[in-house]
């Protein structure tokens, strides 16, 4: 069983920056691939940015390629996602996720509660 707790949501203008933080409880934090995902209002869950147990690999969905940086501290337990030059459609509630090793963007067994993310234009 692993705990997810996301940070760092907020309300921020188009063009700014947030951090998001992810904690988890699990000791096995590092054997994880660790994922975020994304919900706006009437659409489904999507993929946004994965990364290995070892930082060695990152995955980013397309609408987010250059703008959001995922990495991980695994002497922390955490994951993070800086996310910058938003914009409006980024807009959503964001996960954080903990999967198999070998996963990128799909079987994700664990879930935080979620954090709020607004970008105003």
């Known amino acids: 069983q692993v705990l997810l707790l996301e940070s760092g949501g907020g309300l921020v203008q188009a063009g700014g920056s947030l951090r998001l933080s992810c904690a988890a409880s699990s000791r096995t934090f590092s054997t994880y691939t660790m994922g975020w995902f994304r919900q706006a209002p009437g659409k489904e869950r999507e993929f946004v940015a994965a990364i290995g147990w070892n930082g060695v690999w990152t995955d980013y969905a397309d609408s987010v390629k250059g703008r959001f940086t995922i990495s991980r501290d695994n002497a922390k337990n955490t994951v993070t996602l800086q996310m910058n030059s938003l914009k409006p459609e980024d807009t959503a509630v964001y996960y954080c996720?903990?999967?198999?090793?070998?996963?990128?963007?799909?079987?994700?067994?664990?879930w935080g509660q979620g954090t709020q993310v607004t970008v105003s234009s």
């Open positions: 996720a903990a999967g198999p090793l070998g996963t990128r963007r799909a079987e994700y067994m664990y």
